[in-house]
Nanobody
């Protein structure tokens, strides 16, 4: 059973940076496609970024391209989301998700396992 735990959220000023981490406490995630999603208050959950099991293929939402970087360290069983140049509109609960389907996708229905989320608040 994959059990994902996010960390690294918090309060930051606009223009600042945060790095989110997602680890699995149950088993290795090295064979899974991993992704980050976010949900802002009153809005639907949306995809942010995704990465293949090898790290060779990535996806970014247009709203975060050039500012966010997804990466993974399979030896540490951890996926990261480096967020730079943060904006107030990045404020949301950020979720880590894992898919065993083998291809990078922005569709949340492709992801079977989800973490509980970590709050990111960007003050303007």
């Amino acid at each position: 059973q994959v059990q994902l735990v996010e960390s690294g959220g918090g309060l930051v000023q606009a223009g600042g940076s945060l790095r989110l981490s997602c680890s699995d406490s149950g088993r290795t995630i090295s064979n899974y496609v991993m992704a980050w999603f976010r949900q802002a208050p009153g809005k639907e959950r949306e995809s942010v970024a995704a990465i293949s099991w090898s790290g060779s293929s990535t996806y970014y939402a247009d709203s975060v391209k050039g500012r966010f970087t997804i990466s993974r360290d399979n030896a540490k069983n951890t996926v990261y989301l480096q967020m730079n140049s943060l904006k107030a509109e990045d404020t949301a609960v950020y979720y880590c998700a894992a898919s065993g389907l083998g291809f990078v996708s922005r569709e949340e229905t492709m992801y079977r396992y989800w973490g509980q989320g970590t709050q990111v608040t960007v003050s303007s």
